[in-house]
């Protein structure tokens, strides 16, 4: 043992170590650049060839990752790509970056997980380490990756090293990056652990062990079930302010000046994107089979889940108070992304206030700087000028993208209902706010 935990240190230390990343999406991308940039030789293994082809001719598809780095990068040889699996053998390192979606049963689809481990099974030799970044149950690791990884006959703690590490890239953040959010990495072994430790603090600014993947796995759900629990608890405040006319976004603000034991988060349209949505339902789905139910997550999931109902519902009332009925009216919504200054419209409650009006007869455009089209239940949808505001009967804030000329629209607008508190200081009664 003693032999190939030597062998690799002395590989990582010297980084010769020959690193592996699979999955290069918006965490394993900005992964193998932190690698390559520490002067590892890096290899990105992807299934998609024009992924694999971009990375090769230095183009950037990762906001976080500019192009000019990537190309300087690729240039000097220390990092390429591929889709070609059997380089795992001559590699020491790979971290596993692949997606972790919920089935629309709420069920984990661990199916790239899978996939991706019994690809590299094929090719594990004696003394690699073997890092799964993906957000995952707790056990994951211990009970679907080592397994597979163990197939061939190699021993992990003494043949190869196995640890989770969860990932926690927050896309377009200008202050915290993949090189400076302090890295948590629990292994299945003590000596595992010491090797995930060694490894990611010859890239990374600031390294946090613990004692075992399944804590690290914990982590990762523990932060972003804290996320969705507490904007449920927001939206509730929003639903019982509303109903005794208390403005919810003062109570927030005011409450924000409590300098401890207090983090405002904000009512929103409802809850969007591919991880406070979906990470919370892992540790449900796994606590459950442990025959405990996770209470606040599925109530939290409810509340979140309630907000698009509760927005066009607002909306309705918006119109009728101006004698307008929701069908035959012109609804124009502002923003579709998931959140603002991006552009990504997964999981995105604007697709669901926008289905739910549609289906109460009403006329839908949408703008949105940053998504140029989308797809409404199979009918394509493209984005309108933002002076479409002065011809609808209703504009609806859902996304408060910062490029959005806010007092402008308030004026144009004959009728707005401010869901992220967008027109903070305008008063107007054409204003409606959650
Ligand atoms: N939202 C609210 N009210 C809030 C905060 C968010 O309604 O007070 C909504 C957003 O509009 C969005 C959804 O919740 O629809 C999720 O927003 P988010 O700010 O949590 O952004 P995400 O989904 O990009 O979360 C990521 C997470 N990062 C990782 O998992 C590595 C999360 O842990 C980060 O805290 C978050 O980014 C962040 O802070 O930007």
């Not at 998504?371 to 493209?382: I, K, N, T, W, Y």
């Given at each position: 043992?003693?032999?190939?935990?030597?062998?690799?240190?002395?590989?990582?230390?010297?980084?010769?170590?020959?690193v592996g990343v699979v999955g290069l999406g918006y965490v394993g991308l900005p992964l193998a650049v932190e690698f390559a940039k520490a002067?590892?030789?890096?290899?990105?293994?992807?299934?998609?060839?024009?992924?694999?082809?971009?990375?090769?001719?230095?183009?950037?598809?990762?906001?976080?990752?500019?192009?000019?780095?990537?190309?300087?990068?690729?240039?000097?040889?220390?990092?390429?790509?591929?889709?070609?699996?059997?380089?795992?053998?001559?590699?020491?390192?790979?971290?596993?970056?692949?997606?972790?979606?919920?089935?629309?049963?709420?069920?984990?689809?661990?199916?790239?997980?899978?996939?991706?481990?019994?690809?590299?099974?094929?090719?594990?030799?004696?003394?690699?380490?073997?890092?799964?970044?993906?957000?995952?149950?707790?056990?994951?690791?211990?009970?679907?990756?080592?397994?597979?990884?163990?197939?061939?006959?190699?021993?992990?703690?003494?043949?190869?090293?196995?640890?989770?590490?969860?990932?926690?890239v927050d896309p377009g953040n200008p202050k915290y990056n993949t090189s400076n959010i302090p890295k948590v990495v629990g292994g299945v072994?003590?000596?595992?652990?010491?090797?995930?430790?060694?490894?990611?603090?010859?890239?990374?600014?600031?390294?946090?062990?613990?004692?075992?993947?399944?804590?690290?796995?914990?982590?990762?759900?523990?932060?972003?079930?804290?996320?969705?629990?507490?904007?449920?608890?927001?939206?509730?405040?929003?639903?019982?302010?509303?109903?005794?006319?208390?403005?919810?976004?003062?109570?927030?603000?005011?409450?924000?000046?409590?300098?401890?034991?207090?983090?405002?988060?904000?009512?929103?349209?409802?809850?969007?994107?591919?991880?406070?949505?979906?990470?919370?339902?892992?540790?449900?789905?796994?606590?459950?089979?442990?025959?405990?139910?996770?209470?606040?997550?599925?109530?939290?999931g409810y509340i979140n889940g309630q907000m698009p109902h509760f927005v066009v519902d607002k909306i309705q009332n918006a119109l009728n108070?101006?004698?307008?009925?929701?069908?035959?009216?012109?609804?124009?919504?502002?923003?579709?992304?998931?959140?603002?200054?991006?552009?990504?419209?997964?999981?995105?409650?604007?697709?669901?206030?926008?289905?739910?009006?549609?289906?109460?007869?009403?006329?839908?455009?949408?703008?949105?700087?940053?998504?140029?089209?989308?797809?409404?239940?199979?009918?394509?949808?493209?984005?309108?000028?933002?002076?479409?505001?002065?011809?609808?009967?209703?504009?609806?804030?859902?996304?408060?993208?910062?490029?959005?000329?806010?007092?402008?629209?308030?004026?144009?607008?004959?009728?707005?209902?401010?869901?992220?508190?967008?027109?903070?200081?305008?008063?107007?009664?054409?204003?409606?706010?959650?």
């Open positions: 043992m003693q032999s190939a935990v030597h062998a690799l240190e002395e590989k990582i230390r010297s980084r010769q170590a020959k002067g590892f030789g890096v290899t990105g293994i992807d299934l998609s060839d024009s992924k694999t082809a971009r990375v090769n001719a230095g183009e950037s598809y990762v906001g976080d990752v500019p192009s000019s780095e990537l190309a300087r990068l690729v240039e000097s040889g220390k990092l390429s790509a591929t889709t070609d699996f059997s380089v795992v053998r001559d590699l020491e390192t790979v971290n596993i970056c692949v997606p972790t979606p919920l089935r629309k049963t709420k069920d984990p689809d661990m199916s790239y997980i899978v996939s991706a481990c019994g690809e590299i099974a094929k090719y594990l030799h004696a003394g690699m380490l073997i890092i799964l970044e993906s957000t995952t149950y707790p056990g994951t690791t211990d009970e679907l990756v080592l397994p597979t990884l163990e197939q061939g006959g190699l021993k992990v703690g003494r043949d190869f090293f196995l640890c989770f590490s969860p990932e926690r072994t003590a000596a595992c652990t010491e090797m995930g430790r060694q490894f990611y603090s010859q890239a990374l600014e600031n390294v946090v062990a613990v004692s075992s993947t399944r804590v690290a796995e914990m982590v990762k759900l523990l932060e972003n079930t804290f996320r969705m629990i507490n904007i449920g608890l927001a939206n509730e405040m929003a639903m019982m302010c509303d109903r005794i006319g208390i403005d919810v976004w003062e109570v927030i603000e005011a409450a924000a000046t409590k300098p401890f034991g207090f983090m405002p988060f904000y009512p929103g349209p409802g809850l969007g994107g591919h991880c406070i949505p979906i990470d919370p339902f892992y540790l449900s789905w796994k606590t459950k089979q442990a025959g405990i139910e996770a209470r606040f997550i599925e109530l939290a108070d101006h004698g307008k009925p929701v069908k035959g009216s012109h609804i124009h919504i502002l923003g579709v992304a998931y959140k603002k200054n991006i552009d990504d419209v997964r999981e995105s409650p604007a697709l669901d206030i926008m289905v739910l009006l549609k289906h109460r007869g009403a006329r839908i455009t949408y703008s949105d700087p940053y998504v140029a089209s989308l797809d409404l239940e199979g009918e394509r949808l493209d984005g309108e000028d933002v002076g479409m505001v002065a011809q609808a009967d209703c504009t609806a804030i859902v996304t408060d993208h910062s490029v959005f000329n806010f007092p402008k629209i308030a004026e144009q607008a004959k009728l707005v209902l401010d869901t992220r508190n967008a027109l903070k200081g305008i008063d107007s009664a054409k204003i409606v706010r959650l």
